[in-house]
C-alpha cells in the first residue's frame, strides 16, 4: 500500500522535495509569478514538510508557515543539511499539542530547536533576538515564553515563533487573542493578525514588502485535518489564500 504522508526529515521514502520544485519550475514557466512572493505552508505532516522545502527550496520561496510541526522527526542522529539560502520563517505551536510535542523527544525536534535552527547559521544566521529565554528548559518543560523573533538575518529575512497557549493539533480559524478563550496569546493584534490565516499573511506579504502576493503552496488540503494525504496541495490566487 502507497504512503499517505510526506516525505518531511526523517520520512524520506519519496522524492516530494523534487515534486514541490519540478511544480514551482512549472508554474514559472506557464505563469511568472514573482519569485520573491512564493510561499510554502502546511498543518500537521504538511508543517513538517513546509521545514523541508525552507530547508532544500529555498532557491525558489520566499517565506515559509509552519503551523504544528517541527524540522524533523526520528531524527536518530539528527542532521538536517544547511538551508540552500535564507528565508523567512513562521512557527505557530500549540503548548498542548500531544502529537508533536512542543518540547521534542530525544529523536524529535521540540521548538527550539526548530527556531534554534532557522536562526542560526545553518540557516539564516541571525544576530538580533527580541529574547534570551528558551522555549523549553533543560529538563524539557515548556517555559513562559510565548513569542520568540530573530531579525538582522541574512537576506533582510525574520524568524518568529508564536506559542499557542492551550493549543493542540489544528488550524484555528477564530480569534486568538481573546483573554478567557483557547488558545490564547497576549502579543497577537491586529498588526500581527489574530487568527492563523491572517497572522501567516503578515508574514508572507512582509517577507515581500508587499500588501499582496502572487502565489502560495500548500500541503495543507482543503478542509482535511489533519492532513497526512499525499498530494493535497493547492495553488490560488488571493484573496482566495486558505479555506
Known amino acids: 500500500?502507497?504512503?499517505?504522508?510526506?516525505?518531511?526529515?526523517?520520512?524520506?521514502?519519496?522524492?516530494?522535495?523534487?515534486?514541490?520544485?519540478?511544480?514551482?519550475?512549472?508554474?514559472?514557466?506557464?505563469?511568472?509569478?514573482?519569485?520573491?512572493?512564493?510561499?510554502?505552508?502546511g498543518l500537521p505532516s504538511g508543517a513538517l514538510m513546509s521545514h523541508r522545502l525552507g530547508v532544500q527550496?529555498?532557491?525558489?520561496?520566499?517565506?515559509?508557515?509552519?503551523?504544528e510541526g517541527a524540522l524533523f522527526l526520528k531524527g536518530n542522529p539528527?542532521?538536517?543539511?544547511?538551508?540552500?539560502?535564507?528565508?523567512?520563517?513562521?512557527?505557530?505551536?500549540?503548548?498542548?499539542?500531544?502529537?508533536v510535542l512542543y518540547c521534542g523527544t530525544p529523536v524529535d525536534a521540540s521548538q527550539e530547536q526548530s527556531f534554534n535552527y532557522w536562526s542560526g547559521?545553518?540557516?539564516?544566521?541571525?544576530?538580533?533576538?527580541?529574547?534570551?529565554?528558551?522555549?523549553?528548559d533543560g529538563q524539557g518543560n515548556i517555559t513562559?515564553?510565548?513569542?520568540?523573533?530573530a531579525t538582522n538575518c541574512s537576506g533582510s529575512t525574520e524568524v518568529k515563533f508564536y506559542k499557542l497557549i492551550g493549543g493542540i493539533h489544528t488550524w484555528y480559524a477564530a480569534p486568538m487573542n481573546v483573554p478567557g478563550q483557547l488558545p490564547f496569546n497576549p502579543d497577537f493584534?491586529?498588526?500581527?493578525?489574530?487568527?492563523t490565516r491572517d497572522i501567516l499573511w503578515s508574514l508572507f506579504s512582509a517577507s515581500s514588502g508587499e500588501?499582496?502576493?502572487?502565489?502560495?503552496?500548500?500541503?495543507?488540503?482543503?478542509?482535511?485535518?489533519p492532513c497526512t494525504r499525499?498530494?493535497?496541495?493547492?495553488?490560488?490566487?488571493?484573496?482566495?489564500?486558505?479555506?
Request: glycine letters at 6%.
Open 144 to 149: 513562559a515564553v510565548v513569542q520568540k523573533d
Open 121 to 136: 547559521n545553518s540557516a539564516d544566521t541571525c544576530s538580533r533576538f527580541d529574547t534570551p529565554a528558551a522555549l523549553c
Open 211 to 225: 500588501s499582496v502576493g502572487d502565489w502560495y503552496v500548500s500541503n495543507r488540503g482543503p478542509y482535511i485535518s
Open 78 to 99: 539528527p542532521q538536517v543539511p544547511s538551508a540552500v539560502g535564507p528565508v523567512s520563517v513562521l512557527i505557530l505551536h500549540g503548548d498542548q499539542d500531544k502529537t
Open 189 to 195: 493584534n491586529s498588526s500581527t493578525g489574530i487568527a
Open 1 to 41: 500500500m502507497a504512503k499517505t504522508n510526506w516525505a518531511y526529515f526523517f520520512n524520506a521514502f519519496n522524492d516530494d522535495v523534487g515534486f514541490f520544485r519540478q511544480l514551482i519550475n512549472t508554474l514559472q514557466a506557464s505563469v511568472g509569478p514573482d519569485s520573491k512572493r512564493i510561499y510554502v505552508t
Open 230 to 243: 499525499r498530494r493535497q496541495w493547492r495553488i490560488a490566487e488571493p484573496p482566495f489564500l486558505f479555506p
Open 57 to 67: 527550496l529555498s532557491d525558489l520561496v520566499a517565506a515559509t508557515g509552519v503551523l
